[in-house]
Every structure is written in structure tokens, then in C-alpha cells.
């Protein structure tokens, strides 16, 4: 069992934006979906700038003790009418360099998640993974998540 | 079969927060995390100007031929890095009253929604549906959605 590796959680900025798109492109469903191009297309840059200002969206990485990015993560605080007017935080684009996996890295990004939504006052924290993906729903139900709905996505 | 209520999609008014609510309580699941008093609690106003005043946001309501509020759905516009710097729209609290239902009201709403995600050019759909609402699952399937993810929540 590799030891644990403690990373900084920190909000990314544009320098992060290739090894991000790095680590969503080196993934088995998200892979085909990205472009890895030197430099990077201009796309990833624009997005980044809108996720950048908008006051509700946390991207962040993580960090380990030499600098180095190993994860990312994406936070979204979304207000709604339901459950007595409460905040609820969508958790999405979550990775770890492949290189760096099971040392608890995704663990410490997602508990950082659920304490900042819970500091924003929400009452829930939700996410969509892909069927495929069974150890990452193991991952988060031993964080505390329940397998309660269907996540459903219509792509164009 | 009854006949199809043809509405008027328009965004949700502070006057519409009382009706919005009373949809969202008159439901099985989330009928006991609403508190519908009169006057409304404060906290169900204080969440609807935080919506409201959010550029990524429409709530918006379904409004019949005597301009009677029949149906509610909010839209959330997220951007993100993944799929070349995509955005997604998430498709959340989606409610038609109980008595208008059956008359193709939810399928205008979802059709808006889908319309205003490509509009502002996402690339994905996504919502949560819980496991026990089987009839909304074959509803979004009958629209073109897949129930590609699994959805987690963790609550407070």
C-alpha cells in the first residue's frame, strides 16, 4: 500500500491549465474528447477565463509537497428554491495523475469539496459519475455519498 | 388521453417564488424539506434574488393560455475545461402541478431547456433524477437523454 501523499488544494490558475486538460484527457471515457496540442488550443483558455470570474465556480488542484500538480477539481455552488431555499454543490471533472493514484490524493480534494460547501451553507453535495466508472462510486460512497438517483446526459 | 396545454415559458418572478414552492412541496420526495406557511419564510425569497441575480441561472416557470403558473424547471449553466472547454447545462427542480399533469407541459419545459443549452453552446445536458421517479426516467429517455451516470448525493 503506498503511503499517503498530503497535497495543497488551491485555486488553479492559467499556468494549470495544460496539466489539467492533461489529466482529463488521460482518462478511458474522457480521453477521446480532448485535444492535446502544443500549444494548447485556445478553447481550454476561454473557459478557463469564464470559470475563472464566475464568483460560484471553484477549479482547484492539488498540490504535492514539491510543487507538483497531481489533481483537479471542479465546485460549483448552485442556489435553488428547494429544500427551504438551500445552496447545493456540484462536484465535476475530477482527476488524479495517473501516477499518483491511491494515496489519497482524490480523497483529500473531495473532503475539501464537502467542507467548502458545507462553509457556503449547503445542504447537499451531488455529482454524476459514469456508469463505468465502479471504483470511483466505492470512492464516494465511503466519503459518505449515496447512490440515489440516475444521472442522465444528452449530448450533442 | 388528455390534450396537450400548450405554455409559456418566462422567467420566474419574485410573485411566482409562493407557487414555485407549493409545486416543490407537493411531491413525495421533497414534500417534507419544504415549510409552506404563510407568509412564506423569508429564506425561500432570499434564495430566489440569489438566483435571480446569477447570470448563469434561469428559473423559469411554465405559464398556461390564463397565464396561470403550471409548471417550474431551473437551468444552470456551467462551464468547465472538459470536452474542449465545453459547457454543460444542468437541469434541476423540475415540477408540473399536479392537476395540469399528463399534457406534455414538463416536455415543453425540458425542450426549452435543451434549446437554451445549445444556444449558449453546450455541449451536455445532465440532470438528477432519484431511482424511485421511474416515470420521469422513461420521460427523459423518450426525450433523447441516457442514463449514462450514476448520481450520488451526499446531504447535510
Known amino acids: ?3 499517503i501523499t498530503e497535497v495543497t ?3 488553479a490558475r492559467r499556468e494549470d491549465v495544460s496539466i489539467i486538460v492533461a489529466m482529463l484527457a488521460d482518462d478511458p471515457l474522457g480521453g477521446g474528447r480532448e485535444r492535446i496540442e502544443d500549444p ?11 470559470i475563472d470570474r464566475d464568483p460560484n465556480i471553484q477549479l482547484v488542484v492539488a498540490e504535492d ?10 465546485l460549483c455552488i448552485l442556489p435553488g428554491l428547494s429544500s427551504q ?7 465535476e471533472d475530477v482527476r488524479v495523475a495517473s501516477h499518483c493514484r491511491s494515496r489519497g490524493i482524490g480523497e483529500q480534494m473531495v473532503q475539501w469539496a464537502i467542507a467548502e460547501a458545507r462553509a457556503k451553507e449547503c445542504k447537499l453535495v451531488e455529482l454524476l ?10 470512492f464516494y460512497e465511503r466519503l459518505g455519498f449515496a447512490r440515489s438517483h440516475v444521472g442522465m446526459t444528452l449530448r450533442f
Chains 1, 2 share one sequence.
Open 1 to 3: 500500500m503506498p503511503a
Open 9 to 11: 488544494i488551491r485555486r
Open 40 to 50: 494548447l488550443p485556445q478553447c481550454y483558455f476561454t473557459a478557463f477565463a469564464t
Open 65 to 74: 509537497g514539491e510543487g507538483a500538480v497531481v489533481g483537479c477539481l471542479q
Open 85 to 91: 431555499g438551500a445552496s447545493r454543490g456540484l462536484i
Open 129 to 138: 459519475t459514469h456508469h463505468s466508472r465502479v471504483d470511483a462510486q466505492r
